[in-house]
């Protein structure tokens, strides 16, 4: 999706980096010192963090050698005011929760935070929460998470059909149940929750199928299958072809996003849709090896005697 929950970090010569974080509230930490020091920057050692920075916000540099979770494990242990974490791990920032007051930034924004640390005379920042910001590119891609193809059953089907938004979409909760947590012992519910995953995917693809089904009454299945895959969109909108952020930095393959992004608009006019019956699917069954007995465990009709083993793909 091209809307995103994101944060900000603010320095205090002005310049303003947009970053990645689930902090829980809405607070702002303002006008705390802007730690960057050598010898505590990966991170990884809460009595270091202890000693030296825990009343600023601290910038854990340390990237590819200590993970991400092991510095916001440590930094909450240390009770450190606020945190900069450096990462370009993409499954964090689709699935990841941050418990301490921080924010997660890419290595090339952190260059020039890293910089104003080291020169400024008193270094100092602020980090804003809760912050929506639209028209973020590049957007969509394919998640790191996905179902990826192929079919197990059978490799000529494919999978998956078509991709649909499923990032940290706004989403009813169970309300007795936390939804977040700020450090080790806080917890907090809510009505409404930031999850991932294909459970979040499905129901924007069987919204689109119901409101499909409405307009085109008299379509079958594969034919509602078929408007969805025809006018799938595989391009972003910069315009260039959906990557794919379980491979990062590469383009995403039919096997990670099928025929490309659900568009609900221009499936009500596909101009072509493929439509299927239920003997095409009898024949294919007949075609990859299945015997009558185990037909009629499937399907009970008399077709299945009259199928004739056929080439699978001819479906």
Same mark, same amino acid.
């Given at each position: 999706? +091209?809307?995103?929950?994101?944060?900000?970090?603010?320095?205090?010569?002005?310049?303003? @980096?947009?970053?990645?974080?689930?902090?829980?509230?809405?607070?702002?930490v303002?006008?705390?010192?802007?730690?960057?020091?050598?010898?505590? +920057?990966?991170?990884?050692? /809460?009595?270091?963090?202890?000693?030296?920075a825990?009343?600023?916000?601290?910038?854990?540099?340390?990237?590819?050698?200590?993970?991400?979770?092991?510095?916001?494990?440590?930094?909450?242990?240390?009770?450190?005011?606020?945190?900069?974490? @450096?990462?370009?791990?993409? *499954?964090?920032?689709?699935?990841?929760?941050?418990?301490?007051?921080? @924010?997660?930034?890419?290595?090339?924004?952190?260059?020039?935070?890293?910089?104003?640390?080291?020169?400024?005379?008193?270094?100092?920042?602020?980090?804003?929460?809760?912050?929506t910001?639209?028209?973020?590119?590049?957007?969509?891609?394919?998640a790191?998470?996905?179902?990826?193809?192929?079919?197990?059953?059978?490799?000529?089907? &494919?999978?998956?059909?078509?991709?649909?938004?499923?990032?940290?979409?706004?989403?009813?909760?169970?309300?007795?149940?936390?939804?977040?947590?700020?450090?080790?012992?806080?917890?907090?519910?809510?009505?409404?929750? &930031?999850?991932?995953?294909?459970?979040?995917a499905?129901?924007?693809?069987?919204? /689109?199928?119901?409101?499909?089904?409405?307009?085109?009454?008299?379509?079958?299945?594969?034919?509602?299958?078929?408007?969805?895959?025809?006018?799938?969109?595989?391009?972003?909108?910069?315009?260039?072809?959906?990557?794919?952020?379980?491979?990062?930095?590469?383009?995403?393959?039919?096997?990670?996003?099928?025929a490309? *992004?659900?568009?609900?608009?221009?499936?009500?006019?596909? +101009?072509? @849709?493929?439509?299927?019956? +239920?003997?095409?699917?009898?024949? &294919?069954?007949?075609?990859?090896?299945?015997?009558n007995?185990?037909?009629?465990?499937?399907?009970?009709?008399?077709?299945?005697?009259?199928?004739?083993?056929?080439?699978?793909?001819?479906?």
């Open positions: 999706m +091209s809307t995103l929950v994101l944060g900000s970090l603010t320095l205090g010569d002005g310049k303003i @980096i947009v970053g990645w974080t689930l902090f829980a509230t809405n607070s702002i303002e006008n705390f010192p802007l730690i960057y020091n050598k010898i505590v +920057s990966a991170c990884n050692s /809460v009595k270091l963090l202890t000693g030296v825990t009343r600023g916000i601290i910038i854990c540099d340390a990237l590819y050698s200590v993970s991400v979770l092991t510095q916001i494990a440590c930094v909450i242990a240390a009770s450190v005011y606020g945190a900069v974490f @450096i990462s370009e791990d993409l *499954e964090l920032i689709e699935t990841g929760h941050l418990f301490t007051p921080s @924010i997660v930034i890419s290595p090339n924004d952190a260059k020039s935070v890293i910089k104003y640390a080291k020169s400024a005379q008193i270094p100092f920042a602020n980090i804003n929460f809760q912050q910001f639209v028209g973020i590119k590049p957007s969509p891609a394919a790191y998470y996905t179902s990826r193809g192929p079919s197990a059953s059978y490799l000529g089907i &494919l999978k998956p059909n078509v991709m649909a938004p499923g990032s940290n979409v706004l989403a009813a909760f169970v309300p007795n149940k936390h939804s977040a947590k700020i450090g080790t012992n806080v917890f907090l519910s809510s009505d409404y929750n &930031l999850l991932s995953g294909t459970s979040m499905c129901p924007h693809a069987s919204g /689109v199928v119901a409101l499909l089904k409405a307009a085109h009454p008299d379509w079958s299945v594969a034919a509602i299958r078929s408007a969805l895959v025809t006018t799938a969109n595989p391009l972003d909108n910069t315009p260039n072809p959906v990557r794919d952020n379980g491979n990062p930095f590469q383009y995403a393959s039919p096997l990670a996003m099928g490309g *992004e659900i568009e609900p608009n221009r499936t009500l006019d596909p +101009s072509l @849709i493929y439509d299927a019956t +239920s003997q095409n699917y009898v024949n &294919l069954l007949c075609a990859l090896g299945y015997t007995n185990k037909m009629l465990t499937l399907i009970y009709d008399a077709i299945v005697s009259k199928s004739s083993p056929l080439d699978p793909t001819a479906i």
